[in-house]
């Protein structure tokens, strides 16, 4: 059973940075591609980025396009979302979430792993 972790949220100021980490165990990361998702109260969950499994690329949604990287370290077994000019819309709790080999768009069905969570803040 493959096991996600985030971590790195917390509270920062319009126009800051913060670079989340998910930590992922239970089976061999570039078999997986990894996505993040936020949620926030009342609404639903909205994918972010994904990278996928050996082939590393990459993907963004609109509103994470030029302000967020997506990256990885099979080595490390860590898959990292760093997240800069942060505004007030970003605000939420953060997942990671794995599916097989390819990433399979926002829509969070598709993704059969999931991590507990981080929270991230943006406020003056």
């Known amino acids: 059973q493959l096991q996600l972790v985030e971590s790195g949220g917390g509270m920062v100021q319009p126009g800051g940075s913060l670079r989340l980490s998910c930590v992922v165990s239970?089976?061999?990361?570039?078999?997986?591609?990894i996505a993040w998702f936020r949620q926030t109260p009342g609404k639903a969950r909205e994918g972010v980025s994904c990278a996928s499994g050996a082939e590393t690329t990459t993907t963004y949604a609109d509103s994470a396009r030029g302000r967020f990287a997506i990256s990885r370290d099979n080595a490390k077994r860590t898959v990292y979302l760093q997240m800069n000019n942060l505004n007030t819309l970003d605000t939420g709790v953060y997942y990671c979430?794995?599916?097989?080999?390819?990433?399979?768009?926002?829509?969070?069905?598709?993704?059969?792993?999931w991590g507990q969570g981080t929270q991230v803040t943006v406020s003056s």
């Open positions: 979430a794995a599916t097989y080999y390819y990433c399979s768009g926002y829509e969070p069905g598709p993704y059969q792993f």
């Open positions: 239970g089976g061999p990361l570039d078999h997986y591609a």
